[in-house]
């Protein structure tokens, strides 16, 4: 039997928090250059440890889309108990993941405009059709992981356009673990990283999703 709704969520809440409680004591380390033996926490294990520590909040992020669409196809309610009319029958979670694939090795998580047109094909209501609304920080999370992930140009320049987007120039030494430190300000919100950001626009959309 598949996992309900609401324990996937609550299983990716709990990454969340992890990622957030690892991100603070990363802060604390690094600000009190705590030292072990013969090695000291540097900025650049700090850098680092920030950079690895948003690819499995990424990862996470791909798990909990891949377990919702599972285990809806596999007829689950909502965690509210909203059932939602399936396009798809699939006999157990193996043979829902191979139709979710369809001819791909696996199916792409990382691109929000596909889950919702696989969405829409599979479920009426689709619980993944509030994407768009949170599209550009769908887009911004996948822009920062693909630069620490991907040795490309590609991924550079589109991590240095979204620098530009969020300050109107380029920082110079910008890297995605110092732009994730850094304070980003919401009018009537109180301050938080972009890393605190971004974790909580995930945590958003999970929660609309379930």
Known sequence: MSESILAIRNKFHMVCTGCLDLLRASIALNEQK???GDYIYTDRMHFAFIDGLFVN???GWEHFIEDTFVSYSMGAVSANGIPTTRYIIPKDENHAYA???GDKDYPDWTDHKKIVRLGSNSFDPSPYRVLPEFGQ???NIKKIRNAISHASKDSQSKFDTLMRDEFGFLPVGITPSKFLLGIKNI???SPQTYFGYYTSCLKSIADAIT
């Open 34 to 36: 705590v030292q072990a």
């Open 57 to 59: 909040l990424f990862t």
């Open 99 to 101: 139709i979710l694939s």
């Open 137 to 139: 920080q769908l887009l």
């Open 187 to 189: 009018r009537g919100r």
